[in-house]
Each structure stands twice: as structure tokens, then as C-alpha cells.
């Protein structure tokens, strides 16, 4: 769609006043704590000492930012190590009463009318298995620290 310029108004149009003008709009952006230092150099014209100002405040934003992802670290370890507490409890307490049944039956064989090496190496090789089993991955994370 075209417009006549004839069809304006002449009340619009001055043609003795008209100027050419031409409007230059310029914008910067940067991203980060700190500005360019050129926009720094100007803060400082403006306001001795911003530039110092404002780069104390992006140390002191950085240390802080930092101080708290540590401790979200932390926590997030932290929550890690009781689940795993957690399970190795749920696996130790089913395993006890294993090898307690083991030994009780150890025990109940070997006071039959059989002969050691049958039944009662079996049982006892059993029973030692998963004592240490148990015993390696319940207080295995004790040594770290963690148990």
C-alpha cells in the first residue's frame, strides 16, 4: 500500500519549515557482574570512587553466591549419606537374622548324629560368608566418616 504524498494537508506540510531530521538511537547491554570498563571509567567521573564501589559489590555477591552453593552441596551430601545409612540398615537387620537362623542351625546339626564335615563346614563356611558380608557392608562406611 503506497500513500500520495500530494494527499497530506498543507497544514501538515510546511514546506518552508520543513528540516531533515534523522534520529540515531544507540543502547548497550552487557551481561555479568561487572559493567565494560569504560562504563566503569565513566561511573567513577561521575562519582569518584563507584567504579571501586561497584566492583567491591560483585566480589562480595560472588563470595556470598559461592558460601551458598557449598552449603547446598553440603546438604545435598549430607542427604546422600543418611539414605545410605538408611539402606545398610535395611540390609544388616534382614542379614542378622540370616545368619542367626544359619547359626542356630548350624548349631542344631551339629548336635545330630552327622558327621562335621558333611553339615556342619557347609554351615559354618555359611555363616561366616555373611557375617563379614554384613559386617563389611554395614560398618564398611564407619571408617569414611560416614557410618
Not at 565494560?36 to 562480595?60: C, F, K, M, T
Not at 563389611?136 to 569414611?144: E, Q, Y
Amino acid at each position: 500500500m503506497t500513500r500520495d504524498l500530494d494527499a497530506i494537508p498543507d497544514v501538515l506540510v510546511d514546506e518552508e519549515e520543513e528540516e531533515l531530521s534523522r534520529s540515531v538511537m544507540m543502547a548497550t547491554s552487557f551481561s555479568g557482574p561487572l559493567p565494560p570498563p569504560q562504563i566503569l571509567q565513566q561511573y567513577d567521573e561521575v562519582v569518584p570512587g563507584a567504579a571501586e564501589r561497584i566492583i567491591a559489590n560483585a566480589e562480595s555477591r560472588q563470595a556470598h553466591d559461592q558460601a551458598m552453593e557449598e552449603r547446598a552441596l553440603t546438604a545435598s551430601r549430607e542427604v546422600v549419606l543418611e539414605k545410605e545409612k538408611t539402606f545398610r540398615w535395611w540390609i544388616a537387620l534382614p542379614s542378622t537374622v540370616v545368619a542367626i537362623v544359619l547359626i542356630a542351625a548350624f548349631v542344631a546339626v551339629s548336635q545330630m548324629d552327622t558327621t562335621w564335615e558333611s553339615y556342619g563346614l557347609g554351615g559354618f563356611i555359611a555363616v561366616l560368608t555373611l557375617t563379614v558380608s554384613v559386617y563389611r557392608l554395614f560398618f564398611h562406611g564407619r571408617k569414611n566418616g560416614n557410618g
